[in-house]
């Protein structure tokens, strides 16, 4: 348990459903690929004024490719990060570095990587990508070790893997930056061999909520090597807990049931242990709250990510400080709409976070680590 | 219709004014420099020029990026996006210039190679030779234009790539167009079988019209176009340009690196055109106007049309008159040999040919019918 961790809380948002309101209540296939530039301009100029870290742009089939809307929106933002996903298999990395460092050139360094092992086998395939999940993340970790040879300037990168093999690598476009060398490394996922790769290689681990003590058991181990842990969960905040409740009704009505067989659907497919194992949890559970204002009612729905803080202000704020004791140092939120949402964040949540994080008016409460979880490295 | 010309895009660290070419052999093209790249696309849009072409390497940011961030600082100019097979599977690919065809509506081709150094190749994780890096590209563009062909999911079980049930929700997006331009570039047999079986236009470095003729034949038969890399070095006098272009290679204080970089470049390279062209300059002239003095310190490309400008236009009509129709040019100074082209060149040529069309749709019918191939008896 890190006693007083002295990074601060870190928030992002996901850009996903720039434009599209219940866009995760559709399936894949069915969804609009033709970027509203003007939506995702609004979007990235929204969140800048609301102090946001930086916007996650997603990978999928269905989706625009999130490289080069990072590009194009970069020209048009001053200060906004993009966290740009990639999954290893689509692109070799010398080509994916050289990539990323002409983003970050064009963009003075707003660029992070967010590494996911990619969540259905059929989706790979369609990109020419035949291997299951534990190959794939066995070869992101190749594919990272790559891409940071590149990064912390062992120029020419030679390298001969399972799945890449590399001869005198060099390329003259640097990563450009007032202070780093490479892209913070994101990578998402819960299974073993993700914390794994984490480990190995990234700056914080992207997971699914679940309660704080849970995910401190899950993912204490990485926190103590050093790698942060961060959270993908959405916020309904309001002025009063009724409220707030009372959205989350709206919400699924707004939502209809059509949605639900989407997202089953979808499960059977996926092979991502964070995905499943949050729609499993969603459906099995006999309430759809798993701790007073962590509810998962809108799963089935909108898929895992849909995993909601719900409460008042007050209680958003002191639930994300409860992460925060368990460890969780970064967050990447959604709304249900985003940019109202994100409004309500910046005007009323992160000044209470920030508040009784200066205050220190909150009483401890320490969750005692047993000796048998303590770190591994 | 009229000749099409297209421009290369001053890279980052270059000058306006820079002469050298041998320069994307340095780390001075390494960072892209947004100020003056968005200036030199503004000046080609107000010269007539239709495109820009980003070049493709390890040693230049890359061009598809490049062209998101330019396209979005410009209204009218197109990108002639460079891009080899074996740097990322086909299907990413779409999906990228899907993408930047949504955000700058469809304003680029793809000028496709298949990479010019084995060496490089490498850095990438390519080990194929020359002329199985243009099987794979083959293969590498047949998938590309299965998924813009848009008749549902993609399958390809090819030597190279195997895709299986390939899908992508942007599609490319043009006001003319459901695929972008296809210019493959090389001057080997590989290159333009390819680019007859794939490719909308054959990209080759310049020789003489004479010499070309025959070479062009089996392209323009296939009802695909040709397009030529070279330069241009105009002034108000034949005598001011042949003063010009000397002055090019032997003013230079750093010539004679030059020729050894270029040469040990030459050296690494497995590409046809580039040997083609470094045996061509044993000539230096190879017309009266086609000049091959640069080529061995600035590389293929510099195979250049010296003159003046009614010279230099009655140049591009003879290639017209073979059956060329697009060019992609560059010249030194690099933005004044643009603005001189656009101002003193451009207009003559367009005269020229309106001229061309007239004595064809007035008297000449057997000419105009020339290209078309006459299947009266059968073999």
Known sequence: MPDSPTSPLRFHWSMSSAGARWRGAEPRAAQNGIP????????????????????????????????????ALGMMTKRIKFMVAVRSG????????????????????????????????????????????????????????????????????????????????????????????????????????????????ADCLWTLPRRPEELFEQFGSVIESGTEVGILVSMIARPTREEAVASTREMLEAIGTQAKKTHRDFSMRSDSVAFTS??????????????????????????APAVALVGSYDEVAEAILEFKDAGITQFLFMGWPDLEEMHRFASEVRPRVEARERRNLRKARPIVLEPSMGGTR | MNLKFHWRLLHGGETMGATRAAGNLSHSTALPDLENQTEFCRQAEVCGITGLLTNVGAPQPDPILL????????????????????????????????????????????????????????????????????????????????????????????RYYRIENGQLGTPFVSPSRTYPELFIGGGSEAAKELAISQGSVWMRLADAPERLESSIQPVLAAGK????????????????????ALQLVSGLDLGKNDKALERDFMRKSDSVSIRQAYELADTEWL????????????????????????????????????????????????????QIFGREVLPRIRAKEREMENTVNGHDYEHSNRREPFHAVPA
């Open chain 2, 67 to 158: 062209a998101a961030a330019l396209g979005m600082r410009t209204e009218k100019i197109e990108f002639i996006v460079a891009y080899r097979s074996g740097l990322i599977p086909p299907t990413t690919f779409v999906q990228q210039l899907n993408t930047l065809s949504a955000l700058i509506n469809g304003r680029f081709s793809l000028n496709i190679v298949a990479g010019h150094s084995p060496l490089e190749q490498r850095y990438y994780g390519d080990f194929l030779e020359h002329d199985e890096r243009y099987a794979r590209t083959e293969e590498f563009l047949a998938v590309c234009h299965r998924f813009w062909e848009g008749a549902g999911p993609v399958n390809f079980p090819g």
């Open chain 1, 90 to 201: 689509l692109i070799s990395p010398a080509a994916f570095v050289q990539q990323v460092n002409s983003v970050s050139a064009l963009t003075n360094g707003r660029i992070c990587i967010n590494v996911v092992g990619g969540h259905t086998p059929k989706e790979q395939r369609g990109y020419g990508d035949f291997l299951e999940h534990d190959e794939r993340y066995a070869r992101t970790d190749e594919f990272l070790t790559i891409c940071r040879a590149f990064w912390e300037g062992r120029s020419p990168v030679t390298y001969q893997g399972t799945y890449f093999q590399i001869e005198g690598g060099a390329l003259n476009t640097p990563f450009v930056s007032e202070d780093r060398t490479g892209p913070e490394i994101f990578v998402g996922g819960a299974s073993k061999v993700a914390k794994d790769l984490a480990v190995r290689h």
């Open chain 1, 36 to 71: 509203n530039f003007a939506d995702y301009l609004e979007f990235c100029r929204e969140a800048e004024a609301c102090g946001i870290d930086s916007l996650l742009t997603a990978y999928g089939f269905h989706r625009p490719d999130p490289i080069v809307m990072a590009s």
């Open chain 1, 278 to 303: 949050t729609l499993a949890m969603a459906e099995e559970t006999q309430s759809d709250w798993l701790t007073p204002w962590l509810w998962t009612g809108a799963v089935p729905y909108l898929g």
């Open chain 2, 225 to 244: 176009e040709v397009g030529l890399r070279m330069c241009v070095i105009c002034r108000s006098t034949r005598e001011e340009a042949v003063r010009a």
């Open chain 2, 287 to 338: 017309t009266p106007w086609l000049w091959t003095g640069a080529v061995r310190t600035h590389g293929g490309p510099a195979i250049t049309v010296v003159g003046s400008p009614e010279e230099v236009a009655s140049a591009f009509i003879e290639y017209k008159k073979i059956g060329v129709t697009q060019f992609i040019l560059a010249g030194w100074p690099k933005l004044e040999e643009m």
